[in-house]
């Protein structure tokens, strides 16, 4: 595991790194010269480079490629850029190497290999749309993935906590739902208001849809003498179990692979329900209202 406090620090910018902006609608090619891109154009002698001189970088190679027309823009055309290390609302705009996980349906291996090669940041390439979700929607859905075409497509994030440590979730992102670490730091906000606002019993807690377990992590790092994990997603538990080693949780926990609607616990004092967007959850809710005392949909 990387020293998280050391990588945190290496996301800032140096004093000498310089601000490139370039304008995100306009055709890119009436805007940089495309003979000047290479590896190391625009890069600060701390080693990183801005992210709107990587993202051009980026779609000058697809636009060569024919993967987007002559007229791409940054907004319009570009793939979806993840970083392969998220630190809260920390979102660097300095770039540095094998460090970019990049997203979009129409890359090919061609591409991919390019894009490894000859833009230093990129460290995976995935295919697929960042409007299709990477796991298992409900019990009724298959698994989904984002194909890997090249590179490495782990990545780590790290959560601040109101209790004044941080909770650190490693995930592939070709198989897990795309979520930074910024928004996991808010649904574990929410989390804890529910708590304290409501006087719960921290004695068994249900993360009913654990997923990569950060909810559940925080349960017990509050005080809960017991939590039980679940996701039916059998690729989630796996990541779940690495990500309690990481986090020093030893006990304290059962976990479960099953679709939460068939689960068979006994009571609890809270059941967390932290669904993908857009899923029906009026079964699960009922399901849920029936074995805890307290249900808080996040």
């Known amino acids: 595991m990387i020293d998280i406090d050391e990588k945190i620090k290496s996301l800032n910018e140096c004093e000498n790194c310089q601000d490139i902006q370039i304008k995100k609608f306009s ?7 495309f003979e000047e891109y290479d590896g190391d154009y625009m890069r600060c002698e701390c080693g990183k480079r801005p992210l709107d001189v990587v993202m051009s970088h980026v779609l000058k190679i697809m636009i060569e490629s024919e993967i987007v027309g002559e007229k791409a823009t940054l907004r319009r055309n570009s793939p979806v850029p993840l970083s ?3 630190f809260s609302s920390l979102n660097p705009q300095f770039i540095q190497t094998k460090s ?3 997203l979009h349906q129409d890359f090919t291996p061609e591409v991919a290999s390019k894009l490894i090669d000859e833009v230093p940041e990129v460290v995976c390439v995935l295919k697929g749309s960042p409007r299709d979700v990477a796991g298992q929607l409900n019990k009724d859905s298959p698994i989904s993935h984002f194909e890997i075409l090249e590179g490495d497509d782990t990545q780590i994030n790290v959560m601040r906590t109101i209790l004044g440590d941080k909770i650190v979730l490693v995930k592939n992102q070709s198989k897990h739902h795309i979520e930074v670490a910024m928004t996991t730091e808010e649904k574990l906000l929410r989390l804890h208001n529910f708590i304290k606002n409501n006087d719960i019993k921290k004695a068994t807690a249900i993360d009913a849809m654990c997923g990569l377990g950060a909810l ?4 017990l790092k509050c005080g809960f003498e017991k939590v039980i994990f679940n996701d039916i997603n059998p690729e989630m538990i796996d990541a779940l179990e690495n990500n309690l080693k990481i986090n020093d949780i030893d006990g304290g926990f059962e976990i479960h692979n099953q679709s939460f609607e068939n689960l068979d616990v006994e009571h609890a004092e809270l059941c967390v329900i932290d669904a993908f967007p857009g899923v029906d959850i009026e079964e699960i809710t009922k399901k849920a209202e029936e074995i805890a005392d307290n249900v808080v949909i996040i």
Do not use: M, R, S, W
């Open 27 to 33: 055709p890119l090619k009436d805007l940089i010269n």
């Open 84 to 86: 392969n290390f998220y």
């Open 100 to 102: 970019l996980i990049l």
């Open 216 to 219: 559940g992590i925080y349960l």
